[in-house]
């Protein structure tokens, strides 16, 4: 066996089929690459106008929603004129200023008595915001004015305690 190892025979053999194999891989095409140079500018592109356009859509959008916000408080605005000229036409009515002032002032026409009348238990049967639009203006006007004093000293103090707190 060792001398057919070298005979000339096996050497061609071998000879041949080595030949045949770089044949066989030449006639092979290569393996293109999935990505081309095309491919790859074409997705350069498109993430180019994906970048460029993503910041004016944005806007876009923005301002549309910016335009129905300023549409919407046209029309509230609208409708409170309405309301506010349908209130100023009342006000040019004699009766119902009279009647307002009746309501809310406690007015009497001349020649009547005005009552008001208490039940003398002190607890209001009223619900709160009734029972408020029934007193008299001048406790309201009281009422606010010490509700505004209080709350001003109350941020007076607030003012020193944290004036105080950073000098320590």
Not at 19 to 33: I, T
Not at 133 to 147: F, G, I, N, S, T
Request: net charge positive.
């Amino acid at each position: 066996m060792p001398a057919d190892r070298f005979s000339t025979a096996t050497r061609l053999k071998a000879l041949g089929e080595q030949a045949a194999a770089r044949v066989h891989r030449a006639k092979r095409r290569p393996r293109r690459n999935r990505l081309t140079g095309r491919a790859a500018l074409l997705a350069l592109v498109m993430c180019s106008l994906v970048v460029a356009l993503a910041y004016p859509i944005r806007q876009y959008i923005s301002q549309r929603s910016d335009i129905a916000d300023q549409r919407r408080k046209a029309q509230d605005a609208a409708a409170a004129l309405d309301r506010l000229r349908d209130e100023k036409a009342r006000w040019q009515d004699p009766a119902y200023v009279r009647q307002q002032a009746r309501r809310h002032l406690h007015y009497v026409m001349p020649d009547e008595t005005g009552y008001i009348v208490q039940d003398g238990t002190g607890v209001r049967a009223a619900p709160k915001g009734a029972a408020a639009a029934q007193r008299p203006w001048y406790d309201k006007l009281w009422e606010d004015a010490d509700r505004a004093d209080a709350a001003d000293h109350a941020a007076t103090a607030h003012a020193r305690d944290t004036t105080a707190a950073t000098k320590r």
